[in-house]
């Protein structure tokens, strides 16, 4: 079956770096856009990055961009999340997703698979 982990979160300053891994399993990884996205308690979840799987087009919303770098490498089916310069307000549980529509979507509903989710803390 498909399963997406994800690893790297953790308790950081503000002004700090983090990076997100997702490894991903049972599903054809170069085929599939992936997202990453974050859900702070009682928020709706929230689309912060997003890698297409044809040329590797990315997209960032105004909220992270320029502070967030989504990546991937096919040949170990994983995707990464750097996120530098962390504010408290980017505190969350995040999550990667995998889709089969090789455009990028910030809607939740467009995504197939999720994996659990790995907190982010940042201090301010």
């Known amino acids: 079956q498909v399963q997406l982990v994800e690893s790297g979160g953790g308790l950081v300053q503000a002004g700090a770096s983090l990076r997100l891994s997702c490894a991903a399993s049972?599903?054809?990884?170069?085929?599939?856009?992936m997202g990453w996205f974050r859900q702070a308690p009682e928020k709706e979840r929230e689309f912060v990055a997003g890698i297409s799987w044809i040329g590797g087009n990315t997209y960032y919303p105004d909220s992270v961009k320029g502070r967030f770098t989504i990546s991937r490498d096919n040949a170990n089916n994983t995707v990464y999340l750097q996120m530098n310069n962390l504010k408290p307000e980017d505190t969350a549980v995040y999550y990667c997703?995998?889709?089969?529509?090789?455009?990028?979507?910030?809607?939740?509903?467009?995504?197939?698979?999720w994996g659990q989710g790995t907190q982010v803390t940042v201090s301010s």
């Open positions: 049972g599903l054809p990884f170069s085929r599939y856009t």
């Open positions: 997703a995998a889709t089969s529509y090789s455009n990028i979507y910030s809607i939740v509903w467009k995504y197939d698979y």
